[in-house]
C-alpha cells in the first residue's frame, strides 16, 4: 500500500497493519487509499482532514474510546468528497439514505444489499 499509515492519527492497528471491528470499517478505509491512490487526495491533506474531524468531535463534547475512529473516518471521507466536487452533496444524501434503509431492512450477519443495483 502506497499510504503512509504513521501520518494518520490515531488509527486502530496491530503489529500488520489497521485493525477493522467491522465491514464497513474496511470499505471506508479502502476508499480513502483509493482516492489517495488516484490522485485525488494526498496522504497528508486526508490525516489533516480526519484530525480536524475527531478535533471537532471532541470540541463537541463527544467522547471517544477508540469504537468511533472509523465514524470520524467516515464523517471527514464524507465532506472531502463533497468539497472536492467528487459527489455531489445531493446524490451523497441520497445515497446514505439508500444504505441507511437497506441496513435498518437486513437481519444481523447478513450482507446489505441495494435494490435494484
Known amino acids: 500500500m502506497s499510504a503512509d499509515l504513521d501520518a494518520l492519527p490515531a488509527i486502530p492497528r496491530d503489529a500488520e497493519g489497521p ?3 467491522a465491514p464497513w470499517e474496511a470499505q471506508a478505509f ?3 487509499v483509493m482516492l489517495h491512490e488516484r490522485g485525488h487526495v494526498t496522504w497528508k491533506e486526508w490525516a489533516q482532514r480526519l484530525a480536524d474531524e475527531i478535533a471537532a468531535a471532541k470540541a463537541r463534547g463527544e467522547s471517544d474510546d ?3 475512529y472509523y465514524y470520524f473516518w467516515l464523517a471527514a471521507l464524507e465532506k472531502l ?3 472536492k466536487r467528487l459527489v455531489l452533496a445531493d446524490e451523497l444524501a441520497t ?3 439508500e444504505w441507511d434503509r437497506a441496513a ?3 437481519p444481523h450477519g447478513q450482507p446489505i444489499e ?3 443495483r
Open 95 to 97: 445515497r446514505k439514505g
Open 19 to 21: 485493525v477493522f471491528r
Open 104 to 106: 435498518r431492512a437486513t
Open 81 to 83: 468528497v463533497a468539497d
Open 66 to 68: 477508540g469504537t468511533r
Open 114 to 116: 441495494l435494490p435494484g
Open 30 to 32: 479502502g476508499m480513502a
